[in-house]
């Protein structure tokens, strides 16, 4: 009996071993260079089990441009091909309006709750649909008032801190900052987690991205990536425990969500116009034509910066502006949703659609926003003469008014060079810039089967002195992004938030939150250096990449 178990063993080992190298000579056979991949890990040793997007730059320096990786046994190619990625990202977003599948994840077509992050196709379509009119110019404009709100009371705290003449980490109080606003502004509550540092809502938050860093995470990840015929089973494992661990952190986002929900529906007086009501409301009603006019209608001219948006995102001026040279119908570039096809589903969102919609919203606006400042600020306290040009500009504009709205902030042009270049220096979510091949393409002579993922090195591409030079792009240089600059440079050439169809659909709002909080903050307040500042500032990679010890800095109350 054990000999025959043996031999079976051997044949089925020996098989799988064979496969496994066939499926290497896949680059190979494409004509693509890149890394040896390892039998068992493919590329993935690459990384070092450290920071993903630093592993990649490294592999760009030694591949070039465009080469592939295996992750596991998947392939993936990486590219800074500027002209590849508006390809892939703008011009055949019909062909590739998939993201790469992460290791544990939901079905993206089959799963009952699903986010726009991991939806594909007319899936994808309806989701974004219903939340998009969420984040139009309009709405903007009446969320303003509630990140003042949320702003003014942390002003508060930098009066304390300010008033100590201590250094202090003021990413750690950012996060407080953003998780009240995504609460007011997208689910109606005043939960005051600028002051309450243990409010159960800001830990479910940090203790969600600290468990993403812990080793026994990444391991748990690791298997299904180098196996992925378990990827539904480790998704399902995850689920369960999300589900029934009290005090597992999803699982407390997800209650709170649902929670939310069932008092919204409960009784009219709970009703609010914010992300969460639009979401019911879609639910009730079912109607993709409503949608549909909603999204046209208040979505028609977007600009974030005053100027007529481009392709791609070049700075902030084309948060809107990736649908120009998207091949599809009028209706679906108004959209934001590429030449897809109309959903056969209804257009309305399930209970468990809406719990993962919050669940997204939550994590990104209180993750990516807090670390936007954070870097921006670290920029400032170690480029003084760019922070009193900005305050300078803010001074003039604001005079004496304190609050900040959607037209002032129109009206500062520094501060957007400034939060760009902080950006390029320091991009966030580096890894989720990528695309999914859904369809045989070619694409500037490049074959790519249907499944293959095409992902952008951010990193290389923010640093290529090519297209920042003359100066080190290395250096804090707001200037960059001035318009002439912007003029003469690759619309693809500036990628935090992705592009396409299919990028941030907070964007704006993220936007409008940081230059809000941080133009009030320093109209009150100069950032300064100390001896406990981290230079260089050093990172984790986590869902995003933050920073590891947080960024501490002083604040100096200004003579106004």
Request: proline fraction near 6%; glycine fraction near 8%.
């Amino acid at each position: 009996m054990w000999p025959y178990l043996i031999g079976v063993t051997c044949v089925l080992l020996g098989i799988w071993i064979w496969q496994r190298k066939e499926r290497f000579k896949y680059f190979k056979n494409m004509g693509l260079d890149g890394p040896p991949p390892n039998l068992l890990l493919g590329n993935l040793g690459e990384y070092g089990g450290g920071n993903i997007a630093e592993g990649i730059a490294k592999l760009t320096k030694k591949y070039g441009k465009t080469y592939g990786i295996f992750e596991g046994p998947v392939p993936c190619v990486i590219t800074t091909d500027l002209e590849l990625l508006k390809e892939v990202f703008i011009k055949r977003f019909s062909s590739f309006h998939g993201r790469k599948l992460f290791p544990v994840q939901p079905d993206p077509e089959d799963a009952h709750g699903i986010s726009m992050v991991t939806a594909v196709g007319p899936r994808w379509k309806r989701l974004r649909m219903i939340t998009n009119p969420t984040f139009s110019v309009s709405k903007m404009k009446q969320m303003s008032p509630l990140i003042n709100e949320a702003v003014t009371s942390f002003l508060k705290t930098c009066e304390e801190k300010a008033k100590e003449g201590k250094p202090f980490d003021i990413y750690k109080e950012y996060q407080g900052l953003t998780m009240e606003v995504i609460a007011s502004c997208a689910f109606g509550l005043q939960i005051n987690t600028i002051q309450d540092k243990e409010h159960p809502f800001l830990l479910a938050g940090r203790d969600f991205f600290n468990k993403l860093g812990k080793d026994s995470m990444k391991f748990y990840m690791m298997i299904p990536a180098i196996f992925p015929i378990l990827r539904r089973l480790f998704y399902a494992m995850l689920y369960m425990a999300q589900c029934y661990m009290p005090n597992e952190p999803s699982g407390r986002l997800r209650k709170f969500a649902r929670e939310t929900i069932q008092l919204r529906k409960s009784d009219p007086k709970y009703r609010r116009m914010d992300l969460l009501q639009l979401m019911i409301d879609a639910t009730l009603a079912g109607n993709k034509e409503q949608v549909s006019r909603s999204n046209s209608s208040e979505n028609g001219e977007l600009s974030f910066g005053g100027a007529k948006e481009q392709e791609g995102t070049n700075g902030l001026a084309g948060v809107d502006g990736e649908m120009n040279g998207v091949q599809g119908t009028a209706g679906d570039v108004a959209n934001g949703t590429g030449n897809l096809k109309t959903s056969p589903q209804k257009s309305g969102l399930s209970k468990e659609e809406i719990v993962e919609q919050c669940l997204v919203f939550i994590i990104a606006g209180y993750e990516t926003t807090s670390t936007a400042l954070g870097y921006c600020s670290h920029e400032l306290a170690l480029n003084p003469e760019v922070q009193k040009r900005l305050q300078a500009e803010i001074d003039e504009q604001l005079g004496d008014e304190d609050h900040i709205n959607y037209e002032t902030i129109q009206k500062l042009p520094y501060l957007e060079m400034v939060f760009c270049e902080a950006l390029r220096l320091h991009p966030i979510a580096t890894t989720f810039i990528n695309r999914r091949c859904m369809e045989p393409c070619t694409v500037n002579g490049l074959h790519i089967p249907a499944g293959l993922s095409v992902q952008a090195d951010v990193l290389s591409i923010h640093a290529d002195p090519e297209v920042w030079g003359p100066t080190d792009p290395a250096v804090f240089e707001p200037e960059r992004f001035s318009p002439e600059n912007k003029a003469t440079r690759h619309p693809m050439a500036w990628l935090p938030f992705g592009a396409g169809p299919r990028n941030c659909v907070g964007m704006r709002f993220a936007i409008l939150e940081a230059k809000i909080a941080l133009a009030r903050v320093l109209k009150h307040f100069t950032i300064e250096r100390c001896a406990e500042t981290e230079v260089p500032l050093k990172k984790v990679e986590r869902a995003t990449t933050v920073p590891m010890n947080g960024v501490t800095v002083k604040l100096v109350k200004r003579e106004i």
